[in-house]
């Protein structure tokens, strides 16, 4: 399972760069928002550091103004994926990046459907939004489920990238659901290292180890 992070912040990206098992990284208008300086220099920025994809979403709702902005967007850098929300316009676009070869993830997918019609535009990548549902008494969870199974059933190439990932559990859940990507939020990303017993076990060794050297040492403990 590939792993973005879910972010505009550059030492954020950098700091999960760091980790080397960073794939891409997904933006949004709120991330964007957050940051200072142009939007072109900000994706053109995040693109210089990280290899794999870089989602950068148009604002555009009507079909000719995605257009522009999709091809532009896609102009920046040669690892930008346009993000394009699942309107009826939005999956116009779909299509239409699809036959100009630029790369999509689909965003704000809140049903199978949508993610359906989705595959058949020909999306890159479509983010069914876990949180969000969770957030409303749903259960993301089904969502990415229905999802695999009719990406399967037809063997549609689309790439299901869960998204508003809130908590390690989500990742988990994801991975074992078979998704294919996660974008997920620093913080996230780093808890997926947390255990309380690596902890304890670790300062146990250690504490063994010192007092072993310090026996080696002729030092009483
Ligand atoms: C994904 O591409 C979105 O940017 C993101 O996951 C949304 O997360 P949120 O629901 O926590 O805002």
């Known amino acids: 399972m590939k792993i973005f992070v879910d972010t505009a912040d550059m030492e954020e990206i950098q700091e999960a760069n760091e980790m080397g098992v960073l794939d891409g990284v997904t933006t949004n208008p709120t991330h964007i928002s957050k940051q200072t300086g142009s939007f072109d220099d900000i994706i053109k920025e995040i693109c210089e550091e990280v ?96 999802i695999r199974q009719i990406y399967d059933n037809y063997a549609f190439e689309t790439e299901i990238l869960g998204a508003s990932l809130r908590s390690p559990k989500h990742v988990l859940d994801c991975a074992l659901a078979g998704a294919d990507v996660v974008t ?34 002729g030092v009483p403990a």
């Not at 913080?187 to 504490?207: A, Q």
Request: charged share 20%.
């Open 51 to 146: 290899s794999g994809p870089v989602s950068a979403e148009v604002v555009a709702t009507d079909f000719e103004g995605m257009m522009v902005e999709a091809r532009h967007n896609a102009s920046l850098a040669n690892n930008v994926v346009v993000k394009i929300p699942i309107t009826l316009d939005g999956l116009k676009a779909i299509k239409q990046c699809s036959d100009e070869g630029i790369k999509t993830n689909v965003t704000l997918c809140f049903s199978a459907n949508q993610a359906m019609l989705a595959a058949k535009a020909g999306a890159t990548y479509i983010s069914p939004f876990m949180g969000r549902l969770d957030d409303v008494g749903h259960d993301g969870l089904d969502l990415i489920h229905q």
């Open 184 to 217: 997920l939020p620093l913080d996230v990303l780093t808890k997926l290292l947390n255990h309380p017993l690596t902890d304890i076990g670790l300062e146990r060794f250690l504490n063994d180890w010192k007092e072993w050297e310090a026996k080696q040492n």
